[in-house]
């Protein structure tokens, strides 16, 4: 499973960015797919996720109300909208992937097997 994120870009404070993830070939809703972010120096963070088969979302304290998760009727696509940014939502940002649900759990890393390369996202005036 090869994920391939696009649509980070530079901002300002306030506006918006839709962040994609996809792989050629594959049916997302097999998998859980999360989004993660890492500022360098500090660790890789859970910003939301969505669940295989039923689309539970799940979302970061800081994401809830301003950020949101979805997936195309395709299933081919995953979606991150990213509203209201803030200069510390800077970093850059991953798709990852498990195959089956997710839980509780869904922003531990190490439950992840599959990694794109990642797409910078930058909010500066």
């Known amino acids: 499973l090869q994920l391939v994120e696009s649509g980070g870009g530079l901002v300002q404070p306030g506006e918006s960015l839709r962040l994609s993830c996809g792989a050629a070939g594959y049916i997302l809703s097999y998998f859980t797919i999360g989004w993660f972010r890492q500022v360098p120096g500090t660790e890789r963070e859970g910003v939301s996720c969505i669940s295989s088969s039923d689309g539970r979302t799940h979302y970061a304290d800081f994401a809830r109300g301003r950020f949101t998760i979805s997936r195309d009727n395709a299933n081919t696509t995953v979606t991150l909208q990213l509203n209201s940014l803030r200069p510390e939502d800077t970093g850059i940002y991953y798709c990852?992937?498990?195959?089956?649900?997710?839980?509780?759990?869904?922003?531990?890393?190490?439950?992840?097997?599959?990694w794109g390369q990642g797409t910078q996202v930058t909010v500066s005036s």
């Open positions: 990852a992937a498990f195959r089956g649900p997710s839980d509780s759990h869904w922003a531990d890393i190490g439950g992840y097997s599959w």
